[in-house]
Structure formats: structure tokens, C-alpha cells
């Protein structure tokens, strides 16, 4: 049963403290993105990955951080630096880089206090 | 700067009747077109795309049409059933952008049995 898996649904953190949002999927697709999503906004791009061992800054990366050592896996380090913190995180995939459909993840939503 | 609007952020349609969502783009360069699906907390689900050499692509009870000279598409979705209410979004690419998506806002459709 393929798919894109998040966990966990819900996180919560301290203010301060680095959290890192997990990302697998068991699609066999090349690229990998991050997107944030806040109340009554469209999605926003932090990071993406075309291929393992790349990726590129997006539209927000500010805060973020990524690594891409696995095909399968993407995961997204919020820093104590990211100033809002605070959003419903999606991870997404498609077959290739040239790609336009992208497949989600159900996201998790983070919480920090 | 919004480069795709939905202009409707919500919209309320009795069931089996239809239901029209559009989303206007001011970029030019777009050359790939895309709608999403999203329930409360869970992530976007792709339903249909249409490619600026078309005008109209269509697949079951949705369809895309796309006017490139207004730059303006629209998603009918026909009859609507109460299973269609959810947030819907518009994205829109080209390859010149790496392929990424822009997004909409997201119109909000409940269908009324």
C-alpha cells in the first residue's frame, strides 16, 4: 500500500527547542517537498528536493533546515531561529523532478508555546 | 503578490446541482494547471490538471476549463455530491520555475444535502 507517511499527527514543543517533522514515502519518487500551511492561506514552499543527497531553498526556508540521505526519506528540522513556528506542515512527492502532480501526506500539525 | 487568486472563499451549492470554482493567474509564463482537494487536518488530494495547449480536460464529475487570454480557469464539478465539500485549491506552474507550485487561497464548497 504506497504512500506518503507523517508523523506524528500532532507535536507540541517548547519555545526554543529544535523539532523535527518526519517524512517517508514508499512511492519510489524522486523529489521530495515541504510546504507550511497557516489559517486562511495557500500553501507555501520551504524546501524541496529533486534527487537524494539535493535539495533547494523555497519560498520561506528561513528557520528550516533539511537533509536528503535516503530516497525515501525527507525530513524537516524547525529551528528555534523560525520566528512562527506554529502551522499544519505538509510533505509531498512526486515521480520526478519534471513532474507537476504532487502527492501529499495527511501533515502534522505543530504546536509551539 | 498573488500570483493565483481564488476570489471566492467560500461557496454553497444544493446537492446534484453544479458547482464552479475559478481561480485567475497573472503570470503569463504558467504552462500547467492543477486542482486539489483538502479535507480539515489532512493533506491536499490531487483531482484533476489541465496543460495551457488545452482548454478543457475532464475526468468523471470534474471538469477543467481554462481561458488562457483571460487567464482564468474554473473546476465544475458535476452533479455535486455532499462528499465534495472541502476546501479546493488552485496551483499553477511552468517550467521555467523548476516546476513549482504556486497556490491559491482556496475556495471552501459545502454541498447541501
Known amino acids: 500500500d504506497g504512500g506518503i507517511t507523517q508523523s506524528p499527527k500532532y507535536l507540541f514543543r517548547k519555545e526554543g527547542q529544535n523539532v523535527t517533522l518526519s517524512c517517508e514515502q514508499n512511492?519510489?519518487?524522486?523529489?521530495m517537498y515541504w510546504y507550511r500551511q497557516d489559517p486562511g492561506q495557500g500553501l507555501r514552499l520551504i524546501y524541496y528536493s529533486q534527487i537524494v543527497n539535493d535539495f533547494q531553498k523555497g519560498d520561506i526556508a528561513e528557520g528550516y533546515s533539511v537533509s536528503r540521505e535516503k530516497k525515501e526519506s525527507f525530513p524537516l528540522t524547525v529551528t528555534s531561529a523560525q520566528k512562527n513556528p506554529t502551522a499544519f506542515y505538509l510533505c509531498?512527492?512526486?515521480?520526478?523532478?519534471?513532474?507537476?502532480?504532487?502527492?501529499f501526506g495527511p501533515g502534522t500539525r505543530l504546536t509551539v508555546t | 503578490d498573488q500570483q493565483v487568486k481564488q476570489n471566492s472563499p467560500s461557496l454553497s451549492v444544493q446537492e446534484g446541482r453544479i458547482s464552479i470554482l475559478n481561480c485567475d493567474y497573472t503570470n503569463s509564463m504558467f504552462d500547467y494547471f492543477l486542482w486539489y482537494k483538502k479535507y480539515p487536518a489532512e493533506g491536499p488530494t490531487f483531482l484533476i490538471s489541465?496543460?495551457?495547449i488545452k482548454d478543457k480536460n475532464e475526468d468523471g464529475r470534474f471538469t477543467v476549463f481554462l481561458n488562457k487570454s483571460a487567464k482564468h480557469l474554473s473546476l465544475h464539478i458535476v452533479p455535486s455530491q455532499p462528499g465534495d465539500s472541502a476546501v479546493y485549491f488552485c496551483?499553477?506552474?511552468?517550467?521555467?520555475?523548476?516546476?513549482?507550485?504556486?497556490w491559491g487561497l482556496g475556495t471552501s464548497l459545502g454541498v447541501n444535502p
Open positions: 496551483a499553477a506552474a511552468n517550467a521555467g520555475n523548476n516546476r513549482k507550485l504556486i
Open positions: 489541465i496543460s495551457s
Open positions: 509531498a512527492s512526486s515521480i520526478r523532478a519534471g513532474t507537476y502532480e504532487q502527492y
Open positions: 512511492l519510489n519518487h524522486d523529489a
